[in-house]
């Protein structure tokens, strides 16, 4: 949900007006049925996929201009699998409102969304984006509960649109399918400033959903991000992402658990990059349902490995919760950011009125920050609140929070290391153990844990499947 004021986005206006709506074909006027005729595989997807499909390991299919999953279809993709968006032409996959895409790659096999350049780089192709019919504070032309996702994916049809409109019946359960070991590289399309598709973007997406183990690199916009919705997603890495990696607003009420981002300390995002940005909504407004998203076990590496490295000024807070969110974070480890976390409520109803009633932060180390804790009070409604009572709060000691001075106090195995890292906790990292799930936000949904980050002390599940380069 970012400001990338790039000149290139009016060529994609450009593009978005000439774009024409084809079934899935060839790529030469021909068409395979909608993938019914098995006689010849057609590995172009272009237009609209409205019946069901299977992609098969056997090939690389490619991405040509956005492709919608239309009519209720099904789009299944073997593991092992190869989608490649085609050069030029800011190709993308759109899982429209009760489609669902089954991507359930495996350890060994995982399904890999990439660019088909020889050299690839960030922006390469648009992305992937699911969306659905659960609950949000979205509005589309006068309909609440309905929203338009961002990135000029909509158009006369509405196969942009997420949500439920207020006046029918909502599907918090909602399905759009499952996303298990996929890894989805160098996406991003910045179609105005503001309006970019990320590496993965889900609009309304339901809790039947299934997303599990599902890595962002090198994203041209924000890794993740949740607009509305209340999808639950596990084991998540944001690798060397130019903007956020984990973005959520409009109503988000999901829950996160085991989390890795990674930034690269040399690219940042002109519109400021952050690890956790959250907004009610962009007015930051009182509209229901609220943004209340529940992350625990994440490990954030930020692009300070020492105190004293220099970065770019465009690199800002490890956690933005702000415009009146009350994300809430647990167990997790916040590291080498210019600053820690910042409660901002400089932007319509102040963001600290959810202290301490709905906006917890507890059990989690802040280290490496030169300035841990910031507050940004509203210029319109004071609450008391100052940067000193914001820290006392973190502070807390039934909270058992941490600030500690340098990243090498958390004791993490190799968190730097762009080709090899390693996130896992030494055995006398302060990570290794503390952590809770007292807290009544985490007694349904997540699994109870020892430790504090995403990993365990000789912990594999970030290994094998993934790729850092």
């Known amino acids: 949900m970012k400001k990338l004021f790039y000149i290139i986005a009016l060529a994609g206006l450009a593009l978005n007006g000439c774009r024409k709506i084809e079934i899935d074909g060839d790529g030469n006027g021909g068409s395979n049925n909608n993938?019914?005729?098995?006689?010849?595989?057609?590995?172009?997807?272009?237009?609209?996929?409205?019946?069901?499909?299977?992609?098969?390991?056997?090939?690389?299919?490619?991405?040509?201009?956005?492709?919608?999953?239309?009519?209720?279809?099904?789009?299944?993709?073997?593991?092992?699998?190869?989608?490649?968006?085609?050069?030029?032409?800011?190709?993308?996959l759109i899982i429209t409102r009760s489609a669902k895409i089954i991507a359930e790659g495996t350890v060994d096999k995982p399904i890999v969304f990439t660019s088909e350049a020889s050299n690839p780089k960030r922006g390469d192709w648009a992305g992937v984006v699911l969306l659905g019919n659960a609950p949000t504070n979205a509005s589309f032309n006068g309909q609440a509960g309905l929203g338009e996702i961002e990135g000029g994916v909509n158009n006369s049809d509405g196969l942009g649109l997420y949500g439920t409109p207020t006046t029918q019946l909502q599907n918090p359960a909602d399905n759009s399918g499952i996303l298990k070991y996929v890894r989805i590289e160098y996406a991003g399309y910045a179609f105005l400033p503001d309006k970019e598709i990320n590496g993965l973007t889900f609009g309304g997406v339901g809790s039947n959903t299934v997303v599990d183990n599902v890595q962002v690199s090198y994203a041209n916009d924000d890794s993740?991000?949740?607009?509305?919705?209340?999808?639950?997603?596990?084991?998540?890495?944001?690798?060397?992402?130019?903007?956020d990696d984990f973005d959520t607003d409009n109503g988000f009420s999901g829950k996160i658990q085991f989390g890795i981002s990674l930034r690269d300390s040399s690219v940042a995002d002109i519109s400021n990059s952050e690890a956790f940005e959250s907004d009610n909504d962009a007015n930051g407004s009182s509209l229901v349902p609220q943004t209340s998203a529940v992350f625990s076990n994440m490990t954030i590496v930020g692009p300070k490995m020492l105190t004293t490295t220099s970065v770019s000024n465009y690199f800002v807070w490890g956690a933005q919760i702000r415009r009146n969110s009350s994300l809430s974070i647990f167990n997790s480890v916040i590291m080498g950011y210019p600053n820690g976390l910042y409660i901002d409520a400089t932007k319509g109803t102040p963001t600290d009125l959810n202290i301490p009633g709905s906006l917890f932060v507890q059990n989690t180390i802040i280290a490496g920050c030169p300035t841990p804790i910031l507050y940004g009070p509203s210029t319109t409604t004071a609450t008391g609140a100052t940067t000193a009572s914001i820290t006392t709060w973190f502070n807390t000691a039934s909270y058992g929070n941490s600030i500690l001075t340098n990243n090498t106090d958390v004791a993490l195995t190799a968190p730097f290391n762009y080709t090899a890292p390693d996130f896992n906790p030494t055995a006398a990292s302060p990570a290794a153990s503390g952590a809770s799930f007292t807290n009544s936000k985490l007694t349904s949904g997540f699994t109870s844990v020892g430790y504090k980050g995403a990993c365990a002390v000789g912990d594999t599940w970030w290994k094998t499947w993934t790729r850092f380069m």
């Open 35 to 92: 993938g019914t005729d098995t006689t010849v595989e057609n590995t172009i997807l272009v237009g609209r996929i409205t019946a069901n499909r299977t992609l098969s390991a056997k090939y690389t299919y490619k991405l040509r201009g956005l492709v919608y999953v239309t009519n209720g279809a099904i789009l299944t993709i073997e593991p092992g699998t190869k989608i490649v968006g085609e050069n030029g032409q800011n190709g993308g």
């Open 224 to 243: 993740f991000e949740w607009f509305g919705g209340t999808v639950k997603c596990t084991h998540l890495i944001s690798f060397r992402t130019l903007d």
